[in-house]
């Protein structure tokens, strides 16, 4: 069975462009907080926000008994790196980034963790002809293959998405994040598989799951819900039931089934503790319902490839 973990930015200070939710907490209120959810087995911790003292970071995840997914390193950064950083034209710029990705891969292992997960949102473009796309893959991957050289046994996980900040972010896609990858050539990069993101890029995350473990580069998962217009950051569960079905059913025939899921869910104004009750219990009994599902009598459905069979036989199930 996977283990659970919830970003430790999630449980912080709570704002979007028009409003503060929820003010900023401690490490320690956060940690403290995450160990107050039922079913709860870790935290994906975030870079540089929760390293400012690595011994009161170790100190309270074993306080809490937490166990760690992995390290969110913060691509994007208020006052720096304003026209990205593994694509920053400036070569200064770059090698402040590799520079800054190499310390979190140390300071992650020396937390026994050997997966960093980063989202480049402010790596693309706003408008045409702003940048020169081959020149960006290949800061980008000059970038990468530094950092990730000097820890081979980490992996670093791309969680591509959509746009946000900017109007397109370089890596938007499933296939776009693989073709990256794969071109590069560097083993421990991969994707980061956010299943709100594949959503929002229209994508059916079973499918974004399949192509990403086919090409060896489904690293990592995270969880949440949307409606498809917009990257909401819901309870898993809240709009698309069946495709976390399919998705769990798929993740199972691929192998991944004794790592993470990690949770990015904005509770707001709601209690944060109640939120993520919730989004641990709804993510148990998904796959409860999945548990149900006879392996050989989908298989044979899916040979079929006939919904009028398949559909009702996955309503039989509830």
């Not at 296939?175 to 421990?188: K, P, R, V």
């Amino acid at each position: 069975m996977n283990k659970l973990a919830i970003i430790t930015a999630f449980l912080g200070g709570l704002r979007n462009r028009y409003m503060v939710y929820q003010d900023a907490r401690t490490l320690s209120e956060k940690l403290a907080m995450a160990r107050q959810v039922i079913g709860c087995d870790g935290v994906e911790l975030c870079y540089p926000d929760d390293f400012e003292s690595p011994a009161d970071l170790r100190a309270l995840l074993d306080q809490h008994q937490l166990g760690i997914a992995a390290v969110n390193f913060r691509s994007r950064r208020t006052g720096r790196w304003w026209r990205g950083s593994m694509t920053s034209e400036s070569a200064t710029e770059r090698q402040e980034f590799v520079d800054d990705l190499r310390r979190a891969f140390d300071l992650a292992a020396e937390l026994g963790c050997f997966r960093l997960t980063t989202c480049p949102l402010n790596e693309g473009v706003d408008g045409i002809f702003e940048a020169d796309y081959v020149r960006l893959y290949d800061y980008a991957a000059e970038t990468l293959a530094a950092a990730c050289a000097h820890h081979p046994k980490t992996r670093l996980c791309i969680e591509y998405k959509k746009n946000d900040p900017r109007a397109r972010c370089l890596f938007g896609t499933a296939g776009e994040t693989a073709s990256f990858c794969l071109w590069t050539g560097i083993a421990n990069l991969g994707a980061t598989l956010d299943i709100g993101h594949a959503i929002y890029a229209d994508e059916r995350p079973a499918q974004s799951a399949a192509l990403l473990a086919k090409s060896g580069r489904l690293f990592y998962v995270h969880l949440n819900d949307n409606d498809g217009r917009w990257d909401w950051d819901m309870i898993p569960g809240a709009y698309h039931i069946w495709e976390f079905v399919e998705l769990f059913y798929t993740l199972r025939k691929l192998g991944y089934t004794e790592d993470w899921y990690a949770f990015d869910v904005f509770a707001k104004e709601h209690d944060t503790i109640e939120t993520f009750n919730a989004v641990m219990s709804l993510t148990r009994k998904l796959e409860a319902i999945t548990d149900r599902i006879d392996v050989n009598m989908m298989e044979a459905l899916l040979a079929e490839r006939n919904p009028s069979r398949t559909i009702p036989y996955l309503y039989s199930l509830l």
